[in-house]
């Protein structure tokens, strides 16, 4: 395989006419209305409706956006599932342009008017690849290309990059995907929520703006009213107007060894070596799981330039009120490895936004090396450093689908996603909570939380786990969080691990570190594990054992901490080999 970067520039012909056509005025409309970004470079143009061949010869609508100057120009693609209009053709169409882009806008095949039938993961890695045989046949395409877009357009990056073409030249990964099975089953739960917003934004986002807003308020509604006692994905039905065949197949899959996800993980393309790929997340962005594995791989594949920006976002924050600081970030990327202008790189790898803090930390890797410490339950609600005796009983809670435990704030795909107060979540029967000591210094939280559960219950479910920020007033916020699977017939204490997800965060002198324990929060996961099943779901009743053990990496913080937002000097400089430079 020929690495991206051995691949000579190709000059574009000179004899390409740029058409007269312009970005709609609603495109127009809506950049107008972004503060906090770079002055406009180039006029941008349009050519709409491009039907590009796909690998079985199916047409690909595509859009092209264009700076309106004369020379030589580096290519975005953009292939996208969610139709090309708002906000896809003035976020990465014209913005990217104006800053000195082609921007090839891709609608994936059986989405946007595209032909042929789509899928989750089938056709991306064949697709994407004749998209750019298509381009070396364009007289503006100059031979060097560049990939870029949030969640499935993630995906339809790391699809691409399992065989790089000798063309690309960078990857910026916002918030992506890269497997996903684990988009709708995480630790043995089944992340429903998840699945039906997915449904719902790949079946009507296309449509336009009002039949997408029309389809999720509907969703909403209909979820509300709808309790985890019957088995999805029939009982959900309706919320979708009828279940796509391709997400009744993936609600009906749990198994990672299932022969359904047979090459849907595109992992591996992290480990080809060749392509400088910068990866941003937030710390309450859903697939920022998804984002910490694929940057481990990045920094072990040798000769893979990487970068991490983790913000205080959520998966749709990150690309409103976080967009400044994001587009600045991926353009200083592109700007390094497209048009040679390192300019805008930052020293370090890895730039993190530490919560309870509103600070910004440049770290040379993450995870930083810290000491997993654990802290464990005690009587009475208390959390404690010193390990139990034992493993007796030490509180229950009954788990009720006819009135389930909601969901509050999260790393959720939904309205009302990141840190919410959890006062009043904490004060029902089936919520645990255990409550260290106010803190006498500050603690600094850096990398992976879990918990080591010791569990007995009368029935299967699904345990739900979070990590907490009490404040002097009592007021108890959401930090990271985790599902894990609960398979007991009750005559023993079983063990689980629960992983919560990385985090950077701050516990301030006189607050307080606080552990809560939960069965699955409505409707954000099923209730039991494998849940298509047809089971029927009643009561189920849990307790937790004094050997459970909330472990965090919170050893002496020694890292630089800088108050400048990442969008004042850019994205970090690459990496080798795991190091930084």
Same mark, same amino acid.
């Given at each position: 395989?020929?690495?991206?970067?051995?691949?000579?520039?190709?000059?574009?012909?000179?004899?390409?006419?740029?058409?007269?056509?312009?970005?709609?005025?609603?495109?127009?409309?809506?950049?107008?209305?972004?503060?906090?970004? #770079?002055?406009?470079?180039?006029?941008?143009?349009?050519?709409?409706?491009?039907?590009?061949?796909?690998?079985?010869?199916?047409?690909?609508?595509?859009?092209?956006?264009?700076?309106?100057?004369?020379?030589?120009?580096?290519?975005?693609?953009?292939?996208?599932?969610?139709?090309?209009?708002?906000?896809?053709?003035?976020?990465?169409?014209?913005?990217?342009?104006?800053?000195?882009?082609?921007?090839?806008?891709?609608?994936?095949?059986?989405?946007?008017?595209?032909?042929?039938?789509?899928?989750?993961?089938?056709?991306?890695?064949?697709?994407?690849?004749?998209?750019?045989?298509?381009?070396?046949?364009?007289?503006?395409?100059?031979?060097?290309?560049?990939?870029?877009?949030?969640?499935?357009?993630?995906?339809?990056?790391?699809?691409?990059?399992?065989?790089?073409?000798?063309?690309?030249?960078?990857?910026?990964?916002?918030?992506?995907?890269?497997?996903?099975?684990?988009?709708?089953?995480?630790?043995?739960?089944?992340?429903?929520?998840?699945?039906?917003?997915?449904?719902?934004?790949?079946?009507?986002?296309?449509?336009?703006?009002?039949?997408?807003?029309?389809?999720?308020?509907?969703?909403?509604?209909?979820?509300?009213?709808?309790?985890?006692?019957?088995?999805?994905?029939? *009982?959900?039905?309706?919320?979708?107007?009828?279940?796509?065949?391709?997400?009744?197949?993936?609600?009906?899959?749990?198994?990672?060894?299932?022969?359904?996800?047979?090459?849907?993980?595109?992992?591996?393309?992290?480990?080809?070596?060749?392509?400088?790929?910068?990866?941003?997340?937030?710390?309450?962005?859903?697939?920022?799981?998804?984002?910490?594995?694929?940057?481990?791989?990045?920094?072990?594949?040798?000769?893979?330039?990487?970068?991490?920006?983790?913000?205080?976002?959520?998966?749709?924050?990150?690309?409103?009120?976080?967009?400044?600081?994001?587009?600045?970030?991926?353009?200083?990327?592109?700007?390094?490895?497209?048009?040679?202008?390192?300019?805008?790189?930052?020293?370090?790898?890895?730039?993190?936004?530490?919560?309870?803090?509103?600070?910004?930390?440049?770290?040379?890797?993450?995870?930083?090396?810290? *000491?997993?410490?654990?802290?464990?339950?005690?009587?009475?609600?208390?959390?404690?450093?010193?390990?139990?005796?034992?493993?007796? #009983?030490?509180?229950?809670?009954?788990?009720?689908?006819?009135?389930?435990?909601? *969901?509050?704030?999260?790393?959720?795909?939904?309205?009302?996603?990141?840190?919410?107060?959890?006062?009043?979540?904490?004060?029902?029967?089936?919520?645990?909570?255990?409550?260290?000591?106010?803190?006498?210094?500050?603690?600094?939280?850096? =990398?992976?939380?879990?918990?080591?559960?010791?569990?007995?219950?009368? =029935?299967?479910?699904?345990?739900?786990?979070?990590?907490?920020?009490?404040?002097?007033?009592?007021?108890?916020?959401?930090?990271?969080?985790?599902?894990?699977?609960?398979?007991?017939?009750?005559?023993?204490?079983?063990?689980?691990?629960?992983?919560?997800?990385?985090?950077?965060?701050?516990?301030?002198?006189?607050?307080?570190?606080?552990?809560?324990?939960?069965?699955?929060?409505?409707?954000?996961?099923? #209730?039991?594990?494998?849940?298509?099943?047809?089971?029927?779901?009643?009561?189920?009743?849990?307790?937790?054992?004094?050997?459970?053990?909330?472990?965090?990496?919170?050893?002496?913080?020694?890292?630089?901490?800088?108050?400048?937002?990442?969008?004042?000097?850019?994205?970090?400089?690459?990496?080798?080999?795991?190091?930084?430079?």
């Amino acid at each position: 395989m020929t690495p991206a970067h051995d691949a000579p520039p190709r000059t574009a012909s000179t004899a390409w006419t740029p058409p007269a056509g312009k970005p709609p005025l609603s495109a127009r409309l809506m950049r107008a209305g972004w503060r906090r970004l #770079p002055a406009r470079l180039h006029e941008v143009g349009l050519e709409r409706g491009l039907a590009v061949p796909a690998a079985d010869g199916s047409p690909l609508v595509t859009d092209h956006y264009f700076p309106r100057a004369q020379g030589d120009f580096p290519t975005l693609l953009v292939r996208s599932p969610y139709g090309r209009g708002l906000p896809w053709g003035p976020q990465y169409g014209m913005l990217f342009a104006e800053q000195g882009f082609h921007v090839v806008l891709q609608s994936c095949r059986g989405t946007g008017g595209s032909g042929g039938r789509f899928h989750l993961w089938r056709n991306e890695a064949g697709d994407g690849a004749a998209t750019v045989a298509w381009l070396r046949e364009q007289p503006w395409f100059d031979g060097t290309l560049g990939t870029i877009g949030p969640s499935y357009l993630g995906y339809t990056q790391w699809a691409l990059a399992l065989e790089p073409p000798p063309e690309l030249r960078a990857m910026v990964v916002q918030l992506g995907l890269h497997d996903p099975r684990a988009l709708f089953h995480a630790d043995g739960a089944l992340q429903l929520e998840h699945a039906l917003l997915v449904g719902t934004a790949i079946t009507h986002q296309h449509q336009g703006a009002l039949p997408f807003l029309r389809a999720t308020l509907r969703l909403r509604r209909l979820l509300r009213g709808l309790t985890p006692s019957t088995p999805p994905p029939d *009982s959900h039905a309706d919320a979708l107007g009828g279940v796509p065949a391709w997400l009744d197949e993936a609600i009906a899959a749990p198994d990672p060894n299932d022969p359904y996800w047979g090459g849907a993980s595109t992992s591996a393309a992290a480990e080809v070596p060749g392509v400088p790929t910068a990866m941003i997340t937030g710390w309450y962005d859903t697939l920022a799981g998804q984002t910490f594995e694929q940057y481990a791989r990045l920094r072990r594949a040798a000769g893979r330039d990487s970068s991490l920006l983790v913000g205080p976002w959520t998966h749709t924050s990150a690309l409103g009120k976080g967009w400044p600081e994001v587009f600045a970030e991926s353009l200083a990327w592109l700007r390094a490895h497209l048009c040679s202008d390192p300019s805008g790189l930052r020293p370090t790898a890895v730039r993190v936004h530490v919560g309870g803090q509103d600070a910004w930390r440049d770290l040379d890797d993450w995870p930083p090396p810290r *000491s997993a410490r654990p802290w464990f339950p005690a009587p009475d609600g208390h959390l404690i450093r010193q390990a139990p005796d034992g493993g007796a #009983p030490l509180a229950s809670f009954t788990y009720d689908p006819a009135e389930p435990t909601p *969901s509050v704030g999260g790393p959720l795909l939904s309205l009302g996603a990141g840190p919410r107060d959890n006062t009043t979540l904490e004060a029902r029967g089936d919520v645990l909570t255990f409550t260290g000591p106010p803190l006498t210094e500050p603690v600094d939280v850096l =990398g992976p939380v879990l918990a080591r559960l010791s569990l007995s219950a009368d =029935g299967r479910a699904v345990v739900f786990t979070r990590l907490c920020d009490v404040d002097p007033r009592g007021r108890s916020t959401n930090v990271c969080d985790g599902p894990a699977a609960l398979r007991t017939d009750g005559a023993a204490p079983v063990r689980v691990t629960a992983t919560m997800g990385h985090t950077a965060y701050r516990f301030a002198a006189g607050h307080r570190i606080r552990w809560q324990i939960s069965a699955a929060p409505h409707p954000r996961f099923a #209730p039991a594990p494998h849940p298509t099943d047809g089971a029927a779901v009643g009561p189920v009743r849990i307790t937790v054992h004094a050997d459970s053990a909330l472990v965090l990496p919170d050893g002496a913080p020694g890292d630089v901490v800088t108050g400048t937002p990442p969008g004042a000097v850019g994205l970090g400089s690459p990496t080798r080999g795991g190091a930084a430079r």
